[in-house]
């Protein structure tokens, strides 16, 4: 469970665009928004801002975050805040929230 404002930081998918002109994977040979054939990509991609797996922990319950946030899926669904930015989204004082 994300805000709106987060939900623009999430981590994509490997492989979004379809395979047709326009998309940002496909190569057009030299025009500009195509990937390049040939190219390392070792070192296009400069790891600055790699999350690291095991250092960022539930603010809540303690356990290792798969995505870069503050609170896991669960904790943040049963508490109504938000998952990346912990800001509360949902009153969940009158719902009933359990993850069973």
């Given at each position: 469970?994300?805000?709106?404002?987060?939900?623009?930081?999430?981590?994509?998918?490997a492989n979004p665009d379809v395979w047709r002109e326009g998309g940002r994977n496909n190569t057009?040979?030299?025009?500009?928004?195509?990937?390049?054939?040939?190219?390392?990509?070792?070192l296009k991609h400069k790891q600055?801002?790699?999350?690291?797996?095991?250092g960022s922990k539930c603010k809540h319950?303690?356990?290792?975050?798969?995505?870069?946030?503050v609170y896991c899926a669960q904790c943040a669904y049963t508490n109504g805040f938000c998952a990346m930015c912990g800001k509360k989204i949902i009153d969940v004082s009158n719902h009933l929230m359990s993850t069973v």
């Open positions: 469970m994300v805000c709106q404002k987060c939900e623009k930081k999430l981590a994509k998918i057009m040979n030299g025009k500009p928004g195509g990937r390049t054939i040939n190219e390392n990509m070792l600055v801002n790699k999350a690291n797996p095991y319950c303690k356990c290792t975050l798969h995505q870069q946030g």
